[in-house]
């Protein structure tokens, strides 16, 4: 059955054995370093050119592979291949989604190109790379198939996923998902487009990739497969980043951030900024004060993840608080903000010397030189490239928590970016500093996961503008149905009462600039109390969707304002100022809920939209999910 030794040891689908067994050439990776070594082509130059014919058209140069001393640099010759696509995501099965299906899109069975599509990768010389889906701790197995000259894709996955050396695959290994990548496709069937095609069954997620930008598929692709998954057995994995906070007190807590985009997700893992030792609060957007606190001790940071939460069942204890692992193997680490040296330390210090070569993208690749993270590379109108990226193995990140360590969540929080906002141009930038949630208050938040002021990440969003990502912050990326995936959230966030919930903004609290340090203080905040907060410190905030504000807050001896815990408090906002802010999210909020009003709707979901939609107060929700602070 098979021409090919080792595939022996594959348990595949027979058109996908017909497929490997008519190719003449198929690479099985034995290390990491064969990978690499291999993106520089059969002549392993110092810069390789990823070019494909394209039939009547000629051939295409699709990106260049520059060979720095710190690994392989990769860059694409269009600007528009340097990101995701957002819109890139088509649905190939019958299976139940919200999501455009191919056929819907284009005409015609996936069926067919799918055929197609194997076709030519037979007539191509391979790689076929084990991995697993979500690491290597506990992902599952999965393949990737794709032409020698995509060796850099290939070691993309490699790098942020679980790699599987060929030498370590048993007999009966069988893949939950394969990944195909045919990047001619993109110029012959969808007019230079980036498209991702999901192909769900019960037993088996293909990811067919026309594009060789790895954000998509290599990256968000195995997120959709890992959704995917969880939806057959019950989990999810979120869209978020998480740390072990340890403070000067050795108190250690857990935290989980969430958010939309710009919401705070990377930042969580940042450690303290400071100016002369200080670190700046606030800066008043009209009279230009600022304000300081002074820290004689900042807390230790201890990653645990940066994207991708996995909440396996599995993992679940009886503790009451929800049990999470790192869903990857690798970071895929944006690099936009680090302009110069000095910016970024810690990741300028591990990608300029790392123990293993490192890959590198839209940066500005020289052969034989190094590849520095603050050169990025230009766009056709000479501006800089806004999605330069670095993938860094978790195990090169400094005090990192092991992958194989599951973490109980102590405090569960979600970011919003807000904007200025005053009692003469009142905005939705009305959020305290912190703001404690019941779990019902927490599940409307990541049904809408708001995305809003000037937004870094999406192109879409202009100025102060609110626009939904969508449930969870990782609808994008899910292949199933809006209101499965508010079930589960709504599950998930109910079995774990002892998980404190929380919303923290960041950019604007009321009429002062904060940028992230909300987020930063809160978190000294509440490691240097162990997670907790007592219930005498709870005031109810005035917009019920924001739960409770505390009534004071001090970190290392020292008061943070009123004015920033509750922003109403503020003479230039004013209760006015705040209320016409506050009906603005809320305004927003119940647009967005209502299409969650189905027949498939948990019916405590439905309860608790209902809430929001009559305007009740926090008590009702209170009624319908307690909090256990004390």
Known sequence: MYSHPYLKNFSLPAEIVETLNKCQVIC?????????????????????????????KGTFKAADVARCKNGPVVNYMEDYMRRRDPDCMRIGDDLPTDKPRFKDVYGYEFSGLRKETLQWLSEQQLILLPFHSGGKYYGYDSIMICPMNAAFFALSIANMQGFVSIYDVKPGFKPRAIIYVAPPFRYTHFKGKQVVVHNRSEELHEVFSYNLYPGPSAKKGVF?????????????????????????????????????????????????????????????????????????????????????????TDLQNDSKRLVIADAEDGWFLRMDGDTSYGMNPQYERI???????????????????????????????????????????????????????????NVRSFGVRMPPSTKDSPNYGVMGLLQIVPTSIAWLWRLVSPRGFKNPSISDTGGSELKSEGVGSYWPFSTGKKVTQANMLLHQLVDAPKTMNILIPNQHIGAYHVGFAGEWLTREYLARKGGRVKASHLVPARCPIFGYSLDEMKIDGQYVRQTFLRPEMQSKLGLEGYDAGAKILTDFFKSEIKQFITDDLDPMGREIIELCLNDAPLEEYLRVTPMLIK
């Open 28 to 56: 099985f990776p034995e290390t990491k370093a064969q990978l690499v070594e291999m993106c520089f082509g059969p002549t392993h130059s110092s810069r390789y050119d990823v070019m494909y014919p394209i039939p009547g």
């Open 224 to 312: 959709s497969i890992l959704l995917d998954i969880g939806e057959h057995e019950g989990w999810i994995t979120n869209h978020a980043s998480a740390a072990m906070v340890e403070s000067p007190y050795e108190n250690e807590v857990v935290f989980m951030h969430e958010g939309a985009s710009g919401g705070g997700k990377s930042e969580m893992l940042e450690e303290l900024h400071k100016e002369d030792g200080r670190i700046l609060l606030g800066t008043h957007t009209i009279s230009g004060e600022k304000c300081y606190l002074n820290f004689g001790e900042s807390c230790k940071i201890h990653p645990i993840a940066d994207d991708m939460v996995m909440a396996r």
């Open 351 to 409: 990608s300029i010397h790392p123990p293993e070569p490192l890959e590198f993208f839209n940066m500005d690749g020289v052969p034989g030189a190094t590849c520095l993270i603050w050169e990025h590379v230009l766009n056709s109108d000479g501006t800089r490239c806004s999605n330069p990226r670095v993938i860094i193995p978790r195990n090169m990140i400094e005090n990192i928590i092991p992958g194989n360590q599951p973490q109980e969540v």
